[in-house]
């Protein structure tokens, strides 16, 4: 079917400034494709049904928009754990700031090293995971990262690595672009934690593939934060095996534009996927989580627990879907998606969708909004409890399903701390 | 302590007047109940005292010990050394007791200018009050009176205010929904904190929680108003004849 021509022609607008990098036959062929799919499904409109709730505008355009750069906090988000920290200035790997990528149990290369190498583990899967996404919804930005990446590191954990891996992003330039791709597989057996977090760029399109074979267990701590005016659309593509586990948890705060999708298979028979965000906006802030599980497998259990802390104008969008394809009997699929709206300003847009094929399964989902607990506010000032500071604790209870899903307790009591802190900075009084 | 005049309130948003002129003066070191029909304005008079949204002050005063507590926030009134023992407490899913009473303690030193109790030493101290009063380490592990029944969570409320030991104290219908053990145990923890410098508002329909917490004085309310006081003698009389005798003689 022929595109629109305004479709086409903004298509078109935005890959006149790209280049596709070099690379060996087989990477140069993954790029080439994914750009033919890009052509043929054309960047998001404002007609396209997956783009209901959130304008790719800003996305959209062959310019970053410029974003304000943040000085940087005193002690970093994850500064506390022994992890091997990888660093990337404006979207370039920075080999200097980044710790000796040589670590036990895992082989860590740069997207271009790993790219240029005729013969390579990352051939099967770099662009393979993210075609693999494109049906049945087109990921048009996921297909434009394939093709145009232009950094980013590919990591193979063949045992139980030491300590996680940490992408640490710095943001440098007000108008940078950056567009990295990452791709994991985590071997049979094998046990891997990826942390993330900092601005990345004015504007960041980030792609991570993931193979999760059998028995092996991939677990995912993100935060996306501390520059407001940041524009970000990052998708996770994950392929789970046999008696797998995937956790992946998102902390948000902030940003103009952020757009988190997610595209999880489970194709081994006793799976588990847990997908689990936390997002906290203020203002000027359009958050969306769009989340798509698809169970193939047998005796598979998925996950999706989405929280929201909106104010002041802020919007939080959720499009969730469990497919549970023929034969996947004995699925268990449970998704949640709440916002807490702490004023009459904030804004909460849900579309939860199930797909069921097979029928000895037990698939949940549940949305909703609501305001703090009046009651619960009144008994604990009745108890002392200053309002700002109730009404804080009320907030975390909130978002406690969502932080729960972080394993390690130690990242977890980071995440809840950056919490807490966002929340005192940005108290009414 | 607590010293009550006049005190008119109405609903805030309804122009409907609860009560109509309540006086009470609760010294230092007694206990007073308050007893009455439905309706009376009981319960109002617990929530306006802790300083819960929703109602007007349009007449009359409020102090303890002498500071005018209506001005103050329901956190300030609780600094202030004011407790109130709900009727019905609130389940708080996914904040943990122990953290709520730490953080409310906590609070109360602060705003005192006092210093906070570290987090070794409040073991100690709730694991000490916890156990006077039967509560066992689930429930203080367990999120606020989530799954709690109806004795457990009067029970939390008696440890709260053991804990925070305000000067004084309101107990709104504490026996409600207590099978006669369960009362016995709130009434035990309540009665060990009776003390010279402690006074107690104990609100109730029935002359049973009495049995177990001699009042001082006994107070009837009826229609938004205090219309008999007297000794325990009245408590018992409330529970021979019923309310009718004497709203009829005050009439």
Known sequence: MALPQAKLDATEARLAPLRLPDGAAWARAAREDALSRLRAMGLPGPRDEYWRFTRPDDLNRPDAPPAALHPGDDKPLFSEIDRLKIVFRDGVFDAEASDDLSLEGIEIERLATATATDIHWARDLYGTLEQRGQTPVARPFAALNTAFATDGVVIRATGKVAKPVHLCYLHEETDSDAILHFVVKVEEGADLTLLENGPAAARFNKCLEVEVADGAAFHHVRAQGRDHERRAVTHIFARLGEASTFKSFTLTANGVLTRNEAFIELTGDNATAHIAGAAVGDGTFHHDDTVFVTHDAVNCESRQVFKKVLKNGAVGTFQGKILVKPGAQKTDGYQISQSLLLDEDAQFLAKPELEIYADDVACSHGSTSGAIDEEALFYLRSRGVPASEAQDLLTLAFLAEAIDEIEDQDIAADILGRLEAWLIRHRKD | ?251
Do not use: W
């Not at chain 2, 409600?176 to 145990?185: E, I, R, T």
């Open chain 2, 1 to 251: 302590m607590l010293k009550i005049n006049n005190l008119h309130v109405k609903l805030e948003d309804e122009d409907k007047q609860i009560l109509k002129g309540v006086d009470l003066d609760v010294p230092a070191g007694t206990v007073h109940a308050i007893m009455g029909p439905n309706g009376s304005g009981k319960s109002t008079l617990s929530y306006v005292l802790s300083g819960r949204d929703g109602y007007e002050v349009t007449e009359g005063t409020a102090t303890l010990e002498g500071q005018d507590i209506l001005e103050l926030e329901a956190e300030e009134r609780a600094a202030a050394g004011l407790f109130l023992a709900f009727q019905y407490p609130v389940e708080i899913p996914g904040v943990g007791n122990m953290t709520f009473m730490r953080t409310a303690l906590n609070a109360q030193r602060k705003a005192r200018g006092e210093d906070e109790i570290s987090a070794a030493d409040f073991l100690k101290l709730i694991r000490a009050k916890a156990k006077e009063l039967k509560i066992d380490a689930d429930m203080l592990k367990r999120p606020v009176n989530v799954g709690f029944s109806g004795g457990e969570k009067k029970r939390n409320e008696i440890l709260q205010m053991a804990l925070l030991e305000p000067r004084m104290c309101i107990l709104d219908e504490t026996d409600s929904g207590l099978d006669v053990d369960a009362m016995k145990l709130v009434a035990d923890g309540v009665n060990a904190l009776r003390d010279a410098g402690r006074a107690f508002l104990v609100i109730t329909h029935y002359q049973r929680l009495l049995d177990h917490i001699a009042p001082d004085v006994v107070h009837i309310m009826a229609d938004g108003r205090i219309v008999k006081s007297g000794g325990p003698e009245l408590a018992i009389e409330v529970e021979t004849n019923g309310y009718a005798d004497i709203l009829a003689e005050v009439a």
